[in-house]
């Protein structure tokens, strides 16, 4: 294990990588040798007014000296998780580690979340993950090598009264992680959950307009650092299960908050 967290020769697929954390880790993992294909929804970063973000992204990872190619996919729609892996190993010949970042949240109190909104939620953050974890696992336990990282949210334990679906949504994948980690472990798969507190992402960008309420918000969420993380600050925690460095690692939850999930 002279060089634990180099993943030179390995083939990744990071669902939502055009922005935010998912792009974070695109670029660190090219950073340390991964080829990657980077899935993104071209409405979502449409709606976040960043409709070149994936070729950007693209851009930058190649420009760290490993093969790259972009998978357009709506994870909202029936068989969109299969055809996402589909089309990443076509690009990149297979895939050996599956990140699956890409999730949507609507803040609404309990007793006005319609069932169009639950039901979008599902199919994103919850049917697209079973789906690309079907689509992929099979291969990477034929290899004898896989990481699988599915990313939750401090929601699972600390749940928001805005986000009860959201919220009971990731804790149902950190749920299927625990279940199949214990299933794929004995295959050298490691699946495993990472959950991060409050970070600066394109999706809170309208929470920062006032700055003194961005303040408020960050204290709340992260007392004792009393500040958000940043999108870069995930990186080493995900290398670490993505890697070799997690050859004995399977069915954790890595809390990336500050310390917030320990606050009452």
């Known amino acids: 294990m002279s060089s634990p967290f180099s993943m030179a020769g390995r083939r990744a697929l990071i669902t939502g ?28 970063d449409e709606a976040f007014g960043q409709p070149d973000a994936a070729h950007k992204a693209l851009a930058e990872v190649k420009a760290r000296g490993v093969s790259a190619c972009l998978v ?39 007793l006005e979340v ?9 199919r ?22 896989g990481r699988v990282l599915a990313l939750g949210s401090i929601n699972q334990t600390k749940p928001e009264p805005e986000l ?4 009971a949504l990731k804790s149902a994948q950190h749920n299927l992680c625990i279940n199949l980690a214990r299933q794929y472990a004995p295959f050298n798969v490691m699946i495993n959950n990472l959950s991060p507190g409050l970070v600066e992402t394109e999706r809170n960008r309208w929470r920062r307009q006032d700055a003194g309420d961005w303040k408020k918000i960050q204290v709340a969420a992260a007392p004792f650092l009393a500040r958000a993380a940043q999108p870069d600050e995930m990186v080493g925690a ?19 908050t500050g310390a917030a999930h320990l606050s009452r």
Request: negative net charge; contains cysteine.
């Open 124 to 145: 994103i953050n919850f049917r697209a993950t079973v789906e690309l974890l079907q689509a992929a696992l099979p291969a990477m336990k034929e290899r004898g090598w």
């Open 72 to 110: 357009e996919a709506d994870l909202s729609l029936e068989g969109s998780g299969r055809d996402t892996v589909e089309k990443a190993v076509a690009g990149l010949g297979g895939v050996d580690i599956l990140v699956v970042c890409a999730s949507v949240q609507t803040r609404a109190p309990f």
């Open 17 to 44: 990588a055009s922005l935010s954390i998912g792009r974070s880790l695109a670029l660190g993992f090219a950073e340390h040798g991964a080829a990657v294909a980077l899935h993104y929804s071209r409405a979502a």
């Open 238 to 256: 995900a290398l670490l299960l993505c890697s070799d460095a997690a050859s004995y690692i399977a069915g954790i939850d890595l809390m990336v």
């Open 164 to 167: 009860s679906i959201y919220a």
């Open 114 to 122: 319609t069932g169009e909104q639950i039901e979008r939620q599902f």
